[in-house]
C-alpha cells in the first residue's frame, strides 16, 4: 500500500500548534478522555444503572470478548516494532497478563468467565461467529493502526487505559448492585484490571510525554488517542443500535437464545 | 502479523459441503445478495422513499464519498496481486472510471458533484473530517480483505456489483420523484455505474466461477460475499444510527450545518 493511500487510511491530524510541556500534553491526553472516553457512551450508562436486560448485557460480553481476545495480537504486534530488550521485556507484560501462564489463566479466560457467567456456552463465544461486523471492523482499525503507524501513535493508541479505572469502578459496583443475574466471581476480570491497567498507563504516558518532542509528534499523539477513543466508541454505537434502539439486529449477528449453555437454554431472560 | 491472528481478523467461514456445479455456485452467491445486499436495509428504503430530510441525504452523500474515494485504492492493491498482464488489463479498467482520464473526469469526481449538489463544500468532502469512524473501519476492512485474502476471495469480495443495477435504478428514479433538491446531473455517477458495474460483475464472476473448484474455495468464495455484504451494511446501520434513529451523532463525526458551501449556509434544510 502506498504512502497516500496509507495516509487516506487514517483519522485526520489536526494541524500542530505549539510546543506543548510534558505536563501539558498530559492534560491535553487527559482531556480527550474527559470528552470522549466510553464511559460517556449512553449504553455505558444503561450497562451501569441497571437499565439493560440480561440479552442486551450479554450482547454487550459477546462483542466485547473479540476486543479482549485481540488486545494480545495487538499487543505483540507492537512488541515486534519495539527496538531493545528493555522496552520489549516490559511491554511483553500485557501479553502475559491476557494469555496468562498456563491453561485457564489470564485476561481472556477470565473474560470468558464472565461471557459463562451471563449464559453463554463457551465454544459459541469462542467462535465469534456472532458477533456484530462493526464490532470486528473496530478492533481490527486497531490491531491495523498499531502494526501501520509510527511506534509513538502506536503507543499513545493505548492510553485510553489511563481512564480505565474510573469506569471499572463504577462497572462493577453498578452491575453488582442492580444485575441479580450478575456475582463478583463473573467480573473478576476487572479486579486484575485495576491493577494492571494503571501500571500499563503509566509506562505508555511517560514514552509519549518524553518522545512527543515537537509539535507535530505531539498532535499525531493526540490524534492517536483520539482514533482509539473512536474504536471504543463505535462498539458501543452498534450494540445501541443492534440491541437497544431502534434494535435492528444486522444479517448473522447474534440473537437472543441463541448460543446458550445448556442449562441457561429456556431460564428467563 | 501470523496465520493464527490473520484468521482470526477474518469472518467465519461455514464448513464447506459438497462441490456445487458453477451455475449451483452462481445461484449461491446471487442468494447472498437476495438476503444479504444492502437495499434491504431501511436506511435504504427510507433514501429511495423520500423519507429523509436533507440533512439525512447530506450525511448519507459525505460518508459515502470515503467508500468512492478508496475502491480505487482498493482496486489498486488487488491490481497489484495479479499474476499476468491479460487479467491486469481487464481489473485496470476499474481504476480509470474512478479516477478518471483527466481532472474533472471519473466516478469520485461525479461523487464529489453529488456530495457538491446536496450542499457541501468540496474541501470539507475532501477532508473526510466529518465521516464516522464506522465508515472508516468498515471501508478499510474492506482494502485490508482484498490486500490480506487469497485473491479468489479478494475478487467473490467485489461480486456486491452483481447486485447494483438494482439498486441504482430504484435509487435514482427514487430520488429525482422524492426529493426537489436532487437533479438528474447530481445523479449522473449512477447514470455511468449501470454499464461499469455489470461489465465488471460478469468478469468477477466468471474468475470465481472458473476458479472455485473445490468445496473449501466455494465455502470461501461465499464469506467473501457475505463479509462485502457486511461491509455494506455496517455504514448503513451507522449512518441510521447516528442521523435516523436513536440520532446519536459520535463525538467529531459531521453536524447539520456543518461543512456546506457559502451559498448554502443558512438556506433550509
Redesign the interface.
Known amino acids: 500500500?502506498t504512502a497516500a493511500?496509507l495516509a487516506?487510511?487514517s483519522?485526520?491530524v489536526e494541524p500542530a500548534g505549539r510546543l506543548l510541556s510534558p505536563d501539558e500534553l498530559e492534560a491535553a491526553l487527559r482531556d480527550i478522555g474527559a470528552?470522549?472516553y466510553h464511559n460517556l457512551h449512553?449504553f455505558h450508562r444503561l450497562l451501569h444503572d441497571g437499565k439493560l436486560d440480561k440479552d442486551q448485557v450479554r450482547a454487550w460480553a459477546l462483542n466485547r470478548y473479540y476486543y479482549q481476545?485481540?488486545i494480545p495480537?495487538k499487543d505483540?504486534?507492537l512488541l515486534a516494532r519495539l527496538p531493545d530488550a528493555a522496552l520489549r521485556r516490559i511491554w511483553r507484560q500485557r501479553i502475559v497478563d491476557h494469555d496468562g501462564d498456563h491453561e485457564g489463566d489470564g485476561g481472556i479466560e477470565r473474560w470468558l468467565k464472565l461471557a459463562e457467567g451471563v449464559g453463554f456456552d463457551r465454544d459459541y463465544v469462542l467462535?465469534?461467529?456472532g458477533i456484530?461486523?462493526?464490532t470486528?471492523?473496530?478492533v481490527?482499525?486497531y490491531?491495523?493502526f498499531v502494526?501501520q503507524r509510527s511506534l509513538l501513535e502506536a503507543v499513545a493508541s493505548s492510553l485510553t487505559e489511563m481512564f480505565s479505572p474510573t469506569i471499572i469502578s463504577e462497572r462493577v459496583a453498578g452491575m453488582l448492585k442492580n444485575y441479580d443475574f450478575i456475582t463478583r466471581e463473573t467480573l473478576a476480570y476487572f479486579d486484575k484490571r485495576l491493577t494492571q491497567a494503571p501500571r500499563d498507563a503509566d509506562f505508555a504516558l511517560d514514552y509519549v510525554k518524553r518522545h512527543a518532542t515537537t509539535p507535530e509528534l505531539q498532535a499525531q499523539a493526540l490524534a492517536a488517542l483520539?482514533f482509539k477513543?473512536?474504536?471504543l466508541?463505535?462498539q458501543l454505537?452498534?450494540l445501541?443500535?443492534?440491541y437497544v434502539?431502534?434494535g435492528?439486529i444486522?444479517?448473522?449477528a447474534w440473537r437472543p437464545g441463541e448460543g446458550l449453555r445448556a442449562d441457561f437454554v429456556g431460564s428467563p431472560a
Open positions: 500500500m493511500s487516506l487510511l483519522s485526520p470528552r470522549r449512553p481476545a485481540m495480537v505483540a504486534t467462535s465469534t461467529t456484530l461486523s462493526a470486528r471492523f473496530s481490527e482499525a490491531v491495523h502494526g483520539r477513543c473512536s474504536v466508541w463505535t454505537d452498534a445501541y443500535f443492534a434502539a431502534p435492528m444486522p444479517p448473522d
